[in-house]
């Protein structure tokens, strides 16, 4: 059987990019900040209230709905302004 390692320094530089690899491997990339995560939270709430709203607006049962009330009371100020529902009687016509 053929010997794969010819010399032991082989071995041992193998042995350090080895443990190298596991090394970076453990430590893993970096994720998003805490300031980012709480950003995407927010983002996720507001984007649930305004569809809520949106199907309120067009006469959905709330138990039928997609998304959720404001339950915290912030989107008047945490959430961006968004245009006024549509009107439903809008498309009756097209």
Known sequence: MRQLITSPLAGVASAIATLAVL???SVGLPGPSDYEVQLMQQ???C?????WNAEAARGV???RRYGHP???GIADTACAPVLSPVDGSA????
């Open 23 to 25: 090394t970076v491997a």
């Open 43 to 45: 983002a996720q709430y």
């Open 47 to 51: 984007e649930s209230v305004a569809t």
């Open 61 to 63: 049962a709330p138990a």
């Open 70 to 72: 404001d339950y915290d």
């Open 91 to 94: 498309y009756a016509s097209n």
